[in-house]
């Protein structure tokens, strides 16, 4: 069975935009990769890696922590993406671009940003990708009570799609399809989730800034060990404009 965990970036604060992103590989790539980072958190004393204190260094246990130990926990946590076999994804628009967007369509789409970009990553988890045997796919995301609902109404839209007529590629319509809101405290891969969607986040924002495509260290780590990272980062009406007849071509 595959296996997708997501997080998300930018939607509960003031940023100019908004990420979802995540990772996607089989279960038992899954399997090998908590058992690595379980002892990377008990080596480090962490109760749960979250990106954004850790790159901060606030909060517990990084506020304590020396250069040294701090540099040491990038080199181990980058060692760890780089053979982690892990397929990366992300989905990034910028507010203004898509406020713009959607008020110049005739049709309702949620004003929510976050639910544009959700969107993308449950329709390729969940009619977008395959697997040969095709056991089917459980979504795992990260935790938020105020975006559950319409989360997981999403997902079942996709899986009833799914089942009446699959996607551009042979997919086995009656596979198994399950979401979840999940805790990263529970579910370790999440905060490996977070790692991504605060990379593409940072990266993103860097190039509205800047107009310079830098790679932030723990993407670059992914790229080196040749694991497949698919992110886009919509940040003005055209591109959306294209997006969306592409979608209701392929719907």
Request: aromatic content about 14%; hydrophobic content about 35%.
């Amino acid at each position: 069975m595959l296996k997708g965990y997501l997080d998300d970036s930018g939607s509960n604060g003031d940023a100019q935009l908004v990420c979802v992103s995540g990772f996607v590989a089989h279960e038992s790539v899954w399997s090998k990769f908590e058992s690595v980072w379980t002892h990377f958190l008990s080596d480090f004393e962490i109760k749960r890696f979250h990106a954004a204190e850790f790159w901060a260094r606030k909060g517990r246990p990084y506020a304590r922590w020396d250069d040294e130990k701090h540099e040491s926990a990038i080199k181990r946590v980058s060692s760890i993406l780089r053979n982690s076999g892990l397929f990366g994804i992300g989905t990034g628009v910028t507010i203004d671009a898509f406020n713009e967007w959607r008020d110049s369509l005739s049709y309702y789409i949620d004003p929510d940003p976050y639910f544009f970009c959700l969107n993308r990553s449950l329709k390729f988890l969940i009619r977008g990708i395959r697997i040969n045997p095709d056991e089917g796919v459980a979504v795992y995301i990260d935790q938020d009570k105020g975006r559950e609902r319409l989360g997981q109404e999403l997902a079942r839209w996709h899986e009833a799609k799914l089942r009446s007529r699959g996607h551009l590629i042979d997919l086995n319509r009656d596979r198994s399809v399950s979401t979840h809101y999940a805790s990263s405290f529970n579910y370790p891969p999440l905060q490996v989730a977070d790692i991504l969607s605060n990379s593409f986040f940072k990266q993103s924002f860097e190039f509205l800034r800047t107009g310079k495509a830098i790679v932030p260290p723990f993407i670059q780590a992914l790229l080196d060990g040749q694991n497949p990272v698919g992110t886009i980062l919509f940040y003005d009406r055209e591109m959306l404009d294209i997006e969306e007849r592409s979608r209701l071509g392929n719907e």
